[in-house]
C-alpha cells in the first residue's frame, strides 16, 4: 500500500511540475491582448483556450470595439493561466503588393553618427563629450536656429571664431540643452566642435501592403536604423519610387547578400512615418491587379506551408514556397513573430535563400495575409523573422 501511495505521489508530483511548467510558459509567451474578427473561441497549440465574451458590439465607423473585454487564458479550458483583453473588429482587407522599391528618407534633425578628438596645441581633446553630447543624438536647434540639414549644421560649425554654441538635441524622446565649446585645431587651422553628422539615407526593400481603407503604404516590417548609431531614424519627410533589379548577390552561411536596383522617378508614396514595424506613409498611385487579401489576425497564423510574395528579377513579384516553423506571441519581441524557412528551389537557386531587400515581402496562408519578412538570419539564411500582418495593419490604420 505504502509503495503504491509513494507512486502515486510521485505521479501526482511530476503531474503538477508539468502544469506549473506549461502555466509558465503560456503566461510568458502568450500574448496580453488579442483581437480577434471571428467571435469564435480561441485555441493555441489545442491547449491553451480562451472564452470570447458573448459581445460583438462593435464600432463599425472605425471597425474596432469601443471597448476591449477582459477574458482568461486556461489550459483545456479548466487551469487559469493568464488574463487578456479581447477586443473584436471587422475583417479588412488589403492590396498586397510583394514590389521591391527604392526608399529616399530625410530626417527629423540631423543626427551626430560619429564624435572624434580633435587635435589642438595642448594635445587631443573632445569638445562634444566634454559638452555631454552624444553619437546618436539629434541635433534640433543650434543656437536657436532649427537645424534641417547636415549643410546647416556643417556651414555654422565652420563659421566660427571660437565663441560657444547653444545646442538643443533630442535623446530618447526628451529635449536636452547643451553649451559646446569648439577649440583651435592646429592642424586644419580653424575651430573644430569634434562630431560627423548624417540627415538622410537610401535603400531597397519591399512593399507590403497598400491599405484602401486610408490610402497608407506599409513596407519593411521592421525600422530603418542608421548604421553608425543603430539607432532608429526620425523621419521629416521621404519617398518611396520604383525600382529595376539589376543584380542579385546570393546569401551563403555566414553573409547575407543583396538585391541591387535602379532608382527611377517614378514616385509611389510620401514616407511619414518611420517606426520599429516598418516604414509607412500615403500612397499617390492608383490601385489594380487581383492581389487583394483580407488580413489574417495573430491566432489564425499556423504552422506550417504558405507562400512568399517578392521580387528577385524584373518580371514583378512571384509566390514562392515557405515554411513558417515557429511562432511567438512576445510583446517585446515584434519584428520576430515568426520564423520563415524558404523551401522553394527556385529562389534559393536565385538568391541563396532571404536577402537584403526582401524585407517586407507579403507571407500568405490560407488565403490571407499573416505576415512580412523583416530578417534573415545570416548563419543560415534560408531562414529568417517575419512580423504579424495584423501588427502593421494596426499601424497602417494609424496615418492621417
Known amino acids: 500500500m505504502k509503495k503504491i501511495i509513494r507512486i502515486f ?6 503531474f503538477l511540475i508539468v502544469v506549473y511548467m506549461i502555466v509558465g510558459i503560456g503566461s510568458a509567451c502568450l500574448p496580453n491582448q488579442i483581437c480577434t474578427y471571428t467571435g469564435k473561441d480561441i485555441v493555441y497549440k489545442n491547449i491553451y483556450t480562451i472564452d470570447i465574451p458573448n459581445n460583438t458590439a462593435v464600432d463599425y465607423q472605425g471597425n474596432t470595439r469601443v471597448s476591449a473585454d ?17 477586443t473584436q473588429a471587422e475583417e479588412k482587407q488589403v492590396y498586397v503588393s510583394g514590389e521591391s522599391f ?8 540631423v543626427i551626430i553618427v560619429g564624435i572624434r578628438d580633435v587635435e589642438t596645441s595642448q594635445g587631443k581633446c573632445n569638445p562634444a563629450k566634454q559638452a555631454g553630447i552624444e553619437k546618436g543624438d539629434v541635433i534640433v536647434s543650434i543656437n536657436n536656429k532649427k537645424m534641417t540639414s547636415s549643410s546647416m549644421v556643417e556651414e555654422m560649425f565652420n563659421d566660427n571664431n571660437g565663441k560657444d554654441y547653444e545646442i538643443v538635441v533630442k535623446r530618447n524622446g526628451n529635449y536636452k540643452h547643451f553649451t559646446l565649446s569648439p577649440v583651435y585645431s592646429q592642424s586644419e587651422g580653424r575651430y573644430k566642435v569634434g562630431v560627423w553628422v548624417r540627415d538622410s539615407t537610401a535603400g531597397i526593400g519591399t512593399i507590403t501592403f497598400f491599405n484602401p481603407y486610408n ?4 513596407a519593411l516590417g521592421h525600422p530603418i536604423t542608421d548604421v553608425d548609431t543603430n539607432e532608429i531614424m526620425p523621419i ?4 518611396a519610387v520604383k ?13 547575407a547578400g543583396s538585391l541591387c536596383c535602379d532608382f527611377t522617378n517614378n514616385k509611389i508614396a510620401e514616407l511619414s512615418v518611420n517606426s520599429k514595424y516598418g516604414i509607412y506613409g500615403k500612397y499617390n498611385s492608383l490601385l489594380s491587379g487581383d492581389r487583394i487579401y483580407t488580413v489574417a489576425n495573430n491566432q489564425e497564423v499556423e504552422r506550417g506551408k504558405a507562400q512568399l510574395l517578392c521580387t528577385v528579377d524584373n518580371s514583378g513579384p512571384q509566390l514562392y514556397d515557405v515554411e513558417i516553423s515557429r511562432i511567438s506571441y512576445r510583446e517585446n519581441n515584434d519584428e520576430k513573430n515568426m520564423i520563415v524557412k524558404i523551401t522553394d528551389q527556385q529562389l534559393i537557386n536565385k538568391t541563396g535563400g532571404i536577402i537584403q531587400g526582401m524585407s517586407g515581402s507579403p507571407i500568405i496562408q490560407n488565403g490571407k495575409l ?3 519578412l523583416t530578417h534573415v538570419i545570416v548563419d543560415n539564411p534560408k531562414k529568417g523573422y517575419a512580423i504579424f500582418a495584423e501588427t502593421m495593419l494596426n499601424k497602417s490604420l494609424q496615418i492621417e
Open 102 to 109: 527604392g526608399i529616399k528618407l530625410y530626417t527629423d534633425g
Open 236 to 239: 521629416l519627410n521621404g519617398e
Open 9 to 14: 505521489d510521485g505521479v501526482l508530483f511530476a
Open 70 to 86: 477582459d477574458a482568461q487564458i486556461k489550459i483545456l479550458g479548466i487551469i487559469p493561466v493568464k488574463n487578456t483583453k479581447i
Open 243 to 255: 525600382t529595376k533589379v539589376t543584380k542579385i548577390y546570393k546569401s551563403i552561411d555566414g553573409e
Open 370 to 372: 499573416v505576415g512580412a
Open 215 to 218: 490610402n497608407s503604404f506599409a
